[in-house]
């Protein structure tokens, strides 16, 4: 949905460098999700946050990634000594309140390529 | 078990006719249902939503929930090439108060002329 703003569109790094995905949730959207997408794969969720929290990580992997949504500026999924395995489409997803609350609308994702 | 089945197919169906797609969930106590369309290379658009027994129509969907059976499906009316995408069935499991969403694998569906 053109509403969901992410960057980059396309990240390429080498073995062992750090990943940085944004995202922008839509206009008076205060919910973000991030989901993975692995080649030939579904989507897999892996974290919830709310302004300044972190609500549920249950799906992101215990080390080398990590995840903040600041008071300002976008969320940020942070991928530290990326290996070829975290090669994948990684999409947000941003919801409003009450009874929109579940419904999501995702940005265009970020293509992230290990080399 | 997966937590949610689809047929990964190919479903094919020509043109102007009737696409069903079919979805199984194995939570019992899941409440929302969703069907999301998405393109090769694109994100996830959503088509339905879904949230009570029976059917809901949009246009040329229809979404249809058997909560007993733990079923939901889609059909497409008058099918168009355009149709032509993965078609992706989400939960929210049971218990969950926000939209942590659990995904199927995704049907193909190809509309051909």
């Known amino acids: 949905n053109a509403g969901v703003m992410q960057n980059p569109r396309h990240l390429v790094r080498r073995r062992g460098q750090e990943a940085r995905l944004r995202c922008s949730p839509m206009?008076?959207?205060?919910?973000v999700y991030w989901y993975r997408q692995l080649p030939e794969e579904g989507l897999k969720f892996m974290v919830y946050?709310?302004?300044?929290?972190?609500?549920?990580e249950s799906g992101m992997p215990k080390e080398r990634f990590s995840a903040e949504f600041p008071k300002e500026g976008p969320s940020i999924l942070r991928i530290q000594q990326v290996v070829r395995g975290d090669s994948a489409a990684y999409f947000c997803?941003?919801?409003?309140?009450?009874?929109?609350?579940?419904?999501?609308?995702f940005g265009a994702g970020t293509r992230l390529s290990v080399l | 078990q997966k937590e949610v089945e689809q047929n990964s197919g190919p479903l094919s169906v020509p043109e102007g006719a009737i696409a069903s797609l079919n979805c199984t969930y194995s939570?019992?106590?899941?409440?929302?249902f969703f069907w999301y369309r998405q393109y090769s290379g694109k994100s996830p658009e959503l088509i339905m939503s879904?949230?009570?027994?029976g059917d809901k129509e949009d246009g040329r969907f229809t979404a249809q929930l058997n909560k007993a059976s733990q079923y939901v499906s889609l059909l497409i009316r008058d099918s168009q090439p355009s149709d032509s995408a993965t078609y992706l069935c989400?939960?929210?499991?049971?218990?969950?108060?926000?939209?942590?969403?659990?995904f199927g694998q995704g049907t193909i569906l190809t509309v051909h002329p």
């Open positions: 989400a939960v929210i499991p049971g218990g969950t108060s926000y939209g942590k969403l659990t």
């Open positions: 939570d019992r106590g899941s409440q929302s």
């Open positions: 946050l709310q302004k300044e929290n972190i609500i549920d």
């Open positions: 997803a941003s919801t409003g309140e009450g009874s929109a609350k579940n419904i999501q609308y």
């Open positions: 206009k008076g959207h205060s919910h």
């Open positions: 879904i949230y009570s027994n």
